[in-house]
């Protein structure tokens, strides 16, 4: 039987490097040479020639491709390079981040298009990596990326009566956020901005790439539901006792003074700090769709990795962030300028 093709846009980032290595074909017992997979990955990057888009296509289960999601004429062409209508069986839609305090509507633009087509050539699940906030109660009154998502999930879900079968993801704040110089600066600045009983909903990156491997194995269960991927929520205080348990240090940070210059410095970053007070809030006073989007996700993958499992995983790993990894920079930190 031919492995079902799944077509991985962010490829090279964390979520669709995620999703490939959830769904790493495992050897057969007969031989280990030979590599089971019902999957064959897509994996789309801007730029096939770089290291890291070579690394992948090293995989025995991944096929890198070349293509421009500003580009209507680009993505289509990979559709149809890839068989036509009905060849490509799924779609891991992940798009960029564009930066603190950037507009959304590249982003908006790039996942509408990418719905558009997986109607268009019969892909049968569509999975949108999309982020929480929450709930829906206040969609109307988000700005820039959020804004860009909100619209998003309303496009794919509009197609949903023309035969579109789709998830939604929801991750929370990825754990990663905490690495390396750049890691040391958002921990501060969660401390210092942040409510003291104020928890922030964590998810582990690898998480989102097994719950979405989750899905696409499972995936009639998973049809026309939205999923919450949340690790555990914790206080900073809770975060920081769970880095000690798990490595034996505080979670690295930088001196409170220069978090609160930041925060003062940075509009966008004011905005991060009332858009996780309004989330946190929004859970406490209504958890029913929250719980139940949350518990949705559990029963797809039960086991979702904790802040102390996480740093725990990472102690002995060199974790240094790139300089503008999610397109946030230590300038951009503290200019808020793009």
Known sequence: MASKKILVTGATGKQGRALITALRPESSQENEETSVTPFQILGLTRDASTASAKSLDAEPHVTVVQGDLDSEQSVRKVFEDAGGKGAVWGVFAVLAYPGLGASGDGVERQGKLLADLALEFGVSHFVYSSAERGGEQYDDETKLDRLAKVRI???????????????????????????????KITATVMRCGLQPDTKLQLVS??????????????????????????????????QDAAYLRGTGKH?????????????????????????????????????????AHLADARAIYPHMTTFEEWARERKNIATQQAPNWNQVSILKLITGRH
């Open 153 to 183: 999930e309303r496009h794919v879900r509009s197609l949903e009566e023309r035969g579109l079968k789709w998830t939604i993801l929801r991750p929370g704040f990825f754990m990663e956020n905490f690495d390396g110089t750049i890691g």
């Open 205 to 238: 990156a690898d998480d989102i790439g097994r719950v979405a491997a989750a899905v696409f194995n499972n995936s009639n269960a998973a049809i026309s539901k939205i999923l919450v991927l949340v690790g555990e929520a914790l206080t900073y205080s809770e």
């Open 251 to 291: 979670l690295p940070s930088i001196p409170n003074i220069l978090g609160r210059i930041l925060i003062a410095m940075n509009g966008a970053t004011k905005d991060l700090i009332s858009d996780m007070e309004r989330v946190h809030k929004l859970r406490v006073d209504d958890p029913a769709g929250y719980t």
